[in-house]
């Protein structure tokens, strides 16, 4: 795996999408040779798209899934959409949207970055061996 290369794929406002970009991921993951904590990677792949299709995508627009190693050695997952609103953890009166909660049990590191127009959602995973 090459330090700062980055992978990116733009996704359509469809159900579809979701396990095209898990896909798209596996496939980046297994070039890359990154199969320390690769669930964990593809389950926050899962839940980021999930969450911009469902909360952050406006009609005829889409999503972009990039990821890649970057400096420090660390593996970071972005979702990056068109639409408002500021991603949240869920409470335990929350009655769904348990997404960020699982995101932020399992990655190093999360947050939200502001786009115009959006909102940029991202991860991060510690890579052993580099950096």
């Not at 996704?11 to 690769?38: C, I, K, N, T």
């Not at 929350?94 to 990655?107: H, K, S, T």
């Not at 940029?120 to 580099?130: A, D, I, K, L, R």
Request: charged share 25%.
């Amino acid at each position: 795996m090459t330090e700062n290369e980055i992978r990116e794929h733009l996704y359509a406002r469809r159900r579809q999408s979701v396990p095209a970009a898990r896909e798209f991921a596996e496939v980046a993951l297994s070039d890359w040779g990154f199969a320390h904590r690769r669930d964990d990677v593809l389950l926050c792949v899962s839940e980021l798209c999930t969450n911009a299709l469902v909360h952050g995508v406006p009609p005829g627009r889409g999503f972009l899934l990039r990821m890649g190693l970057v400096g420090g050695g660390l593996l970071r997952v972005e979702v990056q959409d068109s639409g408002g609103g500021v991603p949240r953890v869920a409470d335990a009166a929350d009655e769904g949207g348990r997404g960020l909660l699982l995101v932020e049990a399992v990655a190093d590191k999360w947050g939200v970055g502001e786009r115009d127009p959006g909102k940029s959602v991202w991860c991060e995973f510690g890579c052993p061996g580099t950096g």
